[in-house]
């Protein structure tokens, strides 16, 4: 399981840049460790990543990004930081499509293959997420001995994401789909607990090289030679390991095979935008995921996907692009796959602020993983669950008779969908076909056909006679048909009740939010309150047009 990257009910696949961490955690192999209940002796919480303020720490990791071999033109992008959006990128000139405005070199990017630890990640067989969570950890224990100090140091302690937030926060998202069912939120804490658990203190454990320092310190703090037990570190306790989870979460980028998810310098200092991001990072991704050579110029022999070559060696791959060098500079290639680039995908005005995008993703997932929403979020998502759906119908036609069908022709998921016990709008508010045809088939369709729907025996022979009987029947049509349009109406006035509040009285508030964070917007609180209502407006804005679509249409 990917504890950092739990799936928000109906969200959209996720995403930073065109390099999308979208990949399950890796399951360990090799050696079993034996799981541990013990969970480190912590009686304070651990202390801030950095005791600096943020313009000491933008300093900082200004003075080692050009020392690391970064290169921007101050006259092409600028940056800067304010306590409203943090370290932040500015247009310094009119910024046209497909030039680049950043070059990173590779080697100062941090993964689970060039830090500290690398030979035990690598014996352990850990990938994905966690390696990276683990590397981040250690090379934040070292401190200023660590390569990566400067860029550590311009970090926040953790990101504020909803699992930190306090219980009287957490009722802010009230009604929202962060906080029906299951709540994601507290599912990411029990996950992550147990991955805590079962993998981080084993392997402690083991490894107990890893621990150099036992006792409480900021990055700035020298390092210590001593090995300890795990239970004694705050560098690697449960909460630091929450800490650090939610900033691999939010800024790490997937650059290639060899690498996979990384800690990406200056690349992360971008702001989110939906939909209307500026820059992209690109590389030469065509890397021998075993050793980071480029494909052909080793001797591993990788079965590779490409979109115009289905399959091919690595041998053929080398011959085929050994024919089309004949002229060209192999050296300067080379040098260019080392180099990542952040490239103009949408033009900026001088002085705008310049933004990357994490993926299409609405304001409940960017709420759950980043910790902020913004106004107006094309991405946002509603879902009304199959039992509000049930019952609705089952005042149509009875409670038990709406059970008995909808269970049934939730059977045919590639007819009704509803794999996950609930159907999704987006801002177009209209129901997914999926959704019509199962509201159709339990208000609609009679009694006889549905009996006869059941009388099919195996599940084969009955979704030949349901995809019969629907075959002359088209969204459209039912679409226009009074009573499930009803459904959807009632259905979507019941899931409007779960809030504490009308769209009235959030947007009321949104205003006297904006105009307190004005005044002080380093306020945690007020940030929270903000958010939340930002949520909660977006949703209730689609319910409302699924009502209008709906009305309209009966």
Known sequence: KQWYQRRVRGVNKMKKSSNTNNESTKKRKGKEIEPTTKTPRTTTPPPPLVHLPLSERFAIVLEWLKKNGVIWEQSVIELTCSDDKGIHILAAKDLNLDEIVCTIPKKIILSKKNCGIASIIEEENIGGGLALTLSVMYEMQKGKESMWYGYLASLPEFEPLPMFWNPEEFEYLKGTELSIGSSPITQDKEYMKSDYETLILPLLKSHPSIITQPTPTSLSS?????????????HFCFERFCQVSSLVSSRAF???????DCMVPFADLFNHLSGAENVHMESDDDVCGLCGCAIGECDHEI???????????????KERKNKGKENESLDKENERRELLDMVIVKTAKKAEEVFNTYGELGNATLLTKYGFTHPDNPFDTINIDVEVIENVCGN???????????????QFKKVFGGEDRYYEF???AFAEDFMLYLIYAVVVVDNNEFKKWKKGGKKAVSKKIISAALSSVNTEMIMENSIVSK???????????????????DRTELEELASKLKS?????????????????IGEKEIIQKIMQNYTDVG
């Not at 306020?523 to 949520?535: A, E, G, I, M, V």
Request: aromatic residues 6%; contains cysteine.
């Open 487 to 505: 459904v959807i109406v009632k259905s979507a006035q019941e899931r409007l009740k779960l809030y504490p509040s009308s769209l009235e009285e």
């Open 396 to 410: 149509i036609i009875g409670q038990k008779l709406a059970r008995e069908k909808i269970e049934f022709c939730l």
């Open 222 to 234: 020298s390092s210590s030679s001593k090995k300890i037990r795990a239970t004694d570190s705050p």
């Open 254 to 260: 997937r650059v290639d095979d060899f690498h996979e």
């Open 426 to 428: 987006g801002r177009d």
């Open 303 to 317: 079965e590779i996907e490409d979109d115009e070559e289905e399959h091919e060696t690595t041998k053929e791959k």
């Open 520 to 536: 002080d917007i380093s306020d945690t609180t007020l940030r929270r309150r903000y958010f939340s209502c930002l949520l909660r």
